[in-house]
């Protein structure tokens, strides 16, 4: 659809430059400092300015010392971008096949928590889950609490400060995130096909199944991406919402930094993080198939 | 399943998603109307429109605040800016380092906030650059680049440029054709861009507590900070308020979508 | 196609230029309101710590007025680590920082001192100095007071919400195992604070323990933590945990608990009978500082048992200077019911049983923190 200019060699990168130029003094040149950090030893507790010394030791203590919470940040994530699938998946269905003339708005509606301070909407989720609340006395009424509690996901009486709070959290907070993408796919399909569908006698869920789904797998690669990676790093999550096992790999990183003052140690763990992540994405990518989806 | 069944399920699905997506919402208006006991709003106690009278009354959350959206403001001009000239290019252009750029573009994404702030940290100091709203302002600019970028991109792809091509044959300038076609295509993209990233610079804590110098509080910061000791009800009225107005933008942008839909194309 | 390109280059560039004209003039008045003349005096320290009331009447207002000198309050640190974190890049680079005095808990004073971060007290030019307690004088964290001279000191104890543990009150550590309390019992995420009471319960004396009995201590957390029995570790922020009820009881900090049983009478505070630890946040002078009269004029004023008086009965802390009794009974009004409270005066009997936390060396240091850490932290 789109005509790509061979045009004038230089114009691209005359476009491209200034802000590639940004990303790589802010970004890249950080980062490339952080990486020498993390190779770093330091003499003392308050030495700041560590040693380079190709010292790869702080690398090896992270899996071992740290792999319960990065294992528990990418479960947490993994089970909230599923969560966030399920429940987003929906709306943007029906917001782009059956919102009409309202659609804009509708899906203007999903940004609109946006525009209030993430740490606030998180704050109210401790008064949503209080330990008498509606939503915690229902659940326990209905038995739901003691579900939980025989997949040993909360022990206790209380749905705040426990590791379920944590993943609606991040659930709830990254939803936005998986329904735009969603939605931008899904709003492209043609309704004509569908109809044609109907036509063909095939019924909804099957139209469903071999039209609507593989031509919005684009959006589902993008919503889960923009949904999990930002998930595994997030700690405010935790900090508000989770109790005595609920930490992860963000916390750890805002420990090592601020309170045993271990920048090295915490470079290192950052460092396997966006590797891990990337490996994951790629292989997700390569599962779903196609190279366009790396848009 | 026939299909009106499967569609109801999916309608009740849908609501129960928008319901829970704006229940903390509910949570922070209605306690803008709350009169709290002790220091921290978060217990229904019973109502009163004196905070509404009084929004002001802490004057750091006010100019943390009005600190706040300066600094969106400024972020998500930069960040436009610099974001759609790079989107543009991706999409228009085919040249070499483009696949390089998009592994750039999506590398911030991919890092955790704790680790971009702490290493600008390290930088701003090496080079002897004193934090303040400045560093804020850079920091913000380069981790909305991104999101700008890969939004635009996103849609631009969508986008017909043939028209241009229409346009020029038709015997439009290239100005004009610029003017009528290809702006009025980009710039909804853009703006939802920028719109986007005011809003994630108006969010982050992470970063701008590493990178802004000792007295400067953003919104954030300043209920990440007080949350130790308080949570104002003006933290309630304000964000309402924010979000009204919010609000009040997205209802003028969709009425201003439909005006522009009645215009016949053509008729520039 | 060219042309179009770089018109929309162009544009894109002015619009730059634009937007760089309309923000900064903005942004720069963000920057620097500070030079509006007359002297300023700025200060770095915990929230709710000052007398605000009456309006125009309060401390730094009368300050103003003696002095001439203005004083930038700023409630910067909610948490020493955090704050040390936030000067450390300043200070570590030879630089001054914005603040002329901060206030970190008082084993921060010999990191700091160590680190050469702080300036010497001016003690020549403040000699309302000589009115500092006995027992806070030359103490451990600073033994020839040179760096430090107190600002508020407290204690750590329990504080129980009367509603939570259903009418059953609380008066020792060990009560905090109980387990009828199981899960609804905080510690505070402050190290010393935690394992120094986990080790007064052991029948440990914080002042001359050692690691091991420290390790001792974080064990015995981490079973409780496995057990249920610990709903969080929490910062300051334990306050509203416990007004709620989400804690029946947690480790506390006095003058917090005494202002919020002003509103909500279920709650109380005990130093429990094993003992509880003594505290002191103290304001020292980060190097660099230039207006030394002026934080000398100010230490001298807040030291004047008046105004220690009128601060202490805000914050309701128990106050580092001597005579503040007999001024808040001679002020009269709310002030002096104050003078016979137990939490702002603790009687000898109490006293018997608050203990400090002794120096760490950094070997230490860096093993408890770590260990401690690892039991907060996942």
Redesign the interface.
Known sequence: ?????????L??????G???A???V??????W??FV?SLSTKR???D??PAFRWDWSNYGDVFGTYG??LGRSFLFAGVATLACLV??Y??A???AV?GGRFR??LI?????????????????????L??DGVIVRASRASGVLALLRAFGWI????L??TPVAVVGGLT?NF??FM?LPLY?SLE?IDIRLLDAC?DLYA???SA?RRVVLPLSLPGVF?GS??TF??A??D??NAYFLG???S?M???????R?????D?PG??AI??L??LV??AA?LVYARVLGTEEM?? | MTGSWGRRLVGCAAIGGFVLLFAPIAVIVVFSFNDPVGRYNLVWQRFTLDNWLHPFERDELTSAVLFSLRIAAGASVVAGVLGTLVALALVRHRFRGGSLVDLLLVLPLTTPEIVMGSSLALLFLDLGVERGPLTILLAHSMFCLSFVALTVKARLRGLDWTLEDAAMDLGASPWRTFRTVTFPMVVPGVVAAMLLSFSLSMDDVIITFFVSGEGDSTFPKYVYGSFQRELAPQVHVLSTAMLVGSLGLLALSVVWQRRRSTVRPGRA | MSLQTSRRRFLGGLAAVAAGGVFAPSLLTACGNDDVGGRRLRVATWPIYIDVEPEGEATLDLFERATGIRVDWNEDINDNLEYFAKIQPTLSAGKAIRSDIIMPTFWMVPRLADLGWLEPLPLDAIPNAKNLLPGLQRPTWDPEGRWSLPWQTGTTGIAYNRKATGGKEIRSIDDLFHPDLAGKVGFLTEMRDTLGLLMLADGKNPQTASVADAERAIERLRKAKADGQIRKFTGNDYQDELAKGSFAACVAWSGDVAQLALENPDLAYVVPEEGGMKWADAMVIPKGTTDLDAVAKFMDFVYDPTNAARITAAVQYISPVQGVREALRAAGGDGAALADSTALFPDAATEKRLYTFRSLSEDEESRLSEAFSKLTGS
């Open positions: 659809m789109s005509t790509r200019v061979g045009g004038r060699r114009t691209p990168y005359l476009l491209v200034p802000g590639v940004w990303l790589g802010f970004f890249l040149v950080p980062l400092n952080l950090m003392s507790r308050y700041f300015d319960t919470q429940i987003g929906p709306m269905y029906w917001v059956h804009a708005a203007g509606l999903v940004i609109v928590p946006f525009f209030t301070s993430f740490l606030l909407r998180t704050i109210s989720w401790t008064v949503l209080a330990d022990n206790g009486d209380r705040l400060d709830y939803l936005p329904v931008v492209k109907g019924s909804g869920w469903f993008a991406l923009l990676i930002p595994t790093g700690f405010v109790g005595t096992s930490r790999i963000g916390n750890v990183v805002q420990d930094f601020l309170v045993q003052l920048q915490a470079a950052s460092f993080l966006m992540i990337t994405v790396t848009s």
